[in-house]
């Protein structure tokens, strides 16, 4: 099996999906534990718009997707601390129009015939050099940011009413969980696309979840969990000519249901 790891596309794909797994493992534990996915997904469809923008400015994509990302994240989280009760529309309004920016910026780009394929569900294997230091990048920035404000994005994400009175600002850290989440969403993009990539964010998490103690040990095993699915993943792929960001993402749903299968087991053995 490890032969196919001897071919040069696959060498980056397999750094690029160890990466992605580790961004994903903790941006998606932000993610779930302050329910986010539905802000997640908005913004992982407004991303589109930045798509659309990289191709009509002939920017690199990654560079044009994480602005829009994060300009995007930061008008969410404003007009959800603001608005609260209106979050839903406002989260829908940016995201179908992120998405028509790009489509209308595609189609006015000269000569340009856009493969919507790889973008809507990945292109791990066309993953490049330059691609792998730009995941390593955004990897370490969010790592840096997690690990010296992990105090203060704990108290947020579990409590924001008592880390208010704790004198923490509440708003600061809601507003780099979502721009952090939005450059882990960009470079998680690159491995299963725009329309799966909750599921890669989620998936491993949500059975980390019930592994863990703690906050960090969810983003230690979600990440581990995800690094096993993108491996399996690729391997599948590769052998049975599937659609790898697809794959991963059925690998993980598979893997899911094995592992509330064990749960159910052991429950039921418990009880006897």
């Known amino acids: 099996m490890l032969d196919i790891f001897s071919v040069d596309f696959m060498q980056n794909a397999l750094i690029a999906g160890i990466l992605v797994s580790l961004i994903s493992g903790i941006i998606g534990s932000l993610i779930v534990i302050n329910r986010m996915v539905f802000l997640a997904g908005g913004i992982a469809h407004t991303t589109y718009g930045g798509i659309g923008l990289a191709i009509f400015l002939g920017l690199p994509i990654f560079l044009g997707a994480s602005i829009f990302a994060v300009a995007a994240s930061i008008l969410m989280a404003f007009l959800t601390l603001k608005y609260k009760e209106r979050m839903d529309t406002f989260i829908g309004l940016i995201w179908a129009t992120g998405m028509a920016i790009g489509v209308i910026l595609i189609d ?6 856009v493969d919507l394929m790889s973008y809507l569900f990945g292109s791990i294997l066309a993953v490049e050099t330059n691609d792998i230091y730009a995941m390593l990048s955004i990897f370490a920035t969010i790592l840096i940011v997690v690990a010296f404000g992990y105090r203060n994005i704990l108290a947020v994400s579990y409590d924001s009413e008592y880390a208010a009175i704790r004198g923490i600002n509440v708003p600061l850290f809601y507003t780099l969980i979502l721009v952090i989440s939005s450059l882990g969403i960009v470079m998680t993009m690159k491995v299963v696309g725009l329309i799966l990539v909750i599921a890669m964010l989620t998936i491993p998490v949500f059975i980390a979840e019930k592994l863990s103690q703690s906050l960090v040990g969810m983003m230690i095993i979600s990440s581990i969990i995800s690094m096993m699915f993108t491996i399996a993943g690729l ?18 749903v598979i893997g899911m249901m094995l592992f509330l299968g064990y749960e159910k087991i052991k429950t039921i053995a418990f009880k006897k």
Request: net charge neutral; hydrophobic share 40%.
């Open 108 to 113: 006015l780009t000269p000569g340009y015939n």
């Open 235 to 252: 391997v599948v792929s590769y052998y049975y000519n599937l659609t790898t960001g697809a794959t991963i993402i059925l690998v993980s």
